[in-house]
T-cell receptor, first 113, second 112 residues
Framework: NAGVTQTPKFQVLKTGQSMTLQCAQD?????MYWYRQDPGMGLRLIYY???????DKGEVPNGYNVSRLNKREFSLRLESAAPSQTSVYFC????????????FGPGTRLTVL | SQKIEQNSEALNIQEGKTATLTCNYT??????LQWYRQDPGRGPVFLLL?????KEKRKERLKVTFDTTLKQSLFHITASQPADSATYLC???????????FGKGTTLSVSS
């Protein structure tokens, strides 16, 4: 099992450009999450998907959209990137039937110039 | 609103000593609390979970306590090694039960 995979690993954008961060898990987990991690701020939830076909906003959803393409894949889209979105983005999924232990991907380091 | 705090950003100890990290929370009574390890450039990795009716949980050199009266969890690493150097995050489930709220983490450095 690959666990949770994310692409790309690194990305540099100019202000106003758009891009989609991809996430996939092969553990048959129902719930998937997108976080951003900034120095001094910790992990903050952007969006989550409790199950296929549903998505909900987290703590910091502004400027982002998500798509739960199927049970495996959950993508995060930046429609018009801003320097404030420079961050490390992590995707995670929850083990079904557990106590919400999260499995994280390796992260995408995004810089917006 | 729910708040979770890890009381120190950095902790430096010598190899062989016990490292103790603290996690405090307010405005909430979680059913369980989790601890994660994060190495530089990598995603967090789940270590341990402790339920509200458990006072203590152990896994190899790791020990977690949970005091729901003090609203505090302590995370201990005994006989620490340089390989234990990492950032440790505590997390609890949001009141709605839909997501985890993470502390900002404590970076542990173990010197030989």
């Amino acid at each position: 099992n690959a666990g949770v995979t994310q692409t790309p690993k690194f990305q540099v954008l100019k202000t106003g450009q758009s891009m989609t961060l991809q996430c996939a898990q092969d553990m048959n987990h129902n719930s998937m999450y997108w976080y951003r991690q900034d120095p001094g701020m910790g992990l903050r939830l952007i969006y989550y998907s409790a199950s296929e076909g549903t998505t909900d906003k987290g703590e910091v959803p502004n400027g982002y959209n998500v798509s739960r393409l199927n049970k495996r894949e959950f993508s995060l889209r930046l429609e018009s990137a801003a320097p404030s979105q420079t961050s490390v983005y992590f995707c995670a999924s929850i083990r079904t039937g557990g106590y919400n232990e999260q499995f994280f991907g390796p992260g995408t380091r995004l810089t917006v110039l | 609103s729910q708040k979770i705090e890890q009381n120190s950003e950095a902790l430096n100890i010598q190899e062989g000593k016990t490292a103790t990290l603290t996690c405090n929370y307010t405005n909430y009574s979680p059913a369980y609390l989790q601890w994660y390890r994060q190495d530089p450039g990598r995603g967090p990795v789940f270590l341990l979970l402790i339920r509200e009716n458990e006072k203590e949980k152990r896994k190899e050199r790791l020990k977690v306590t949970f005091d729901t009266t003090l609203k505090q969890s302590l995370f201990h690493i005994t006989a620490s090694q340089p390989a234990d150097s990492a950032t440790y995050l505590c997390a609890l489930t949001s009141q709605a039960g839909t997501a985890l709220i993470f502390g900002k983490g404590t970076t542990l450095s173990v010197s030989s």
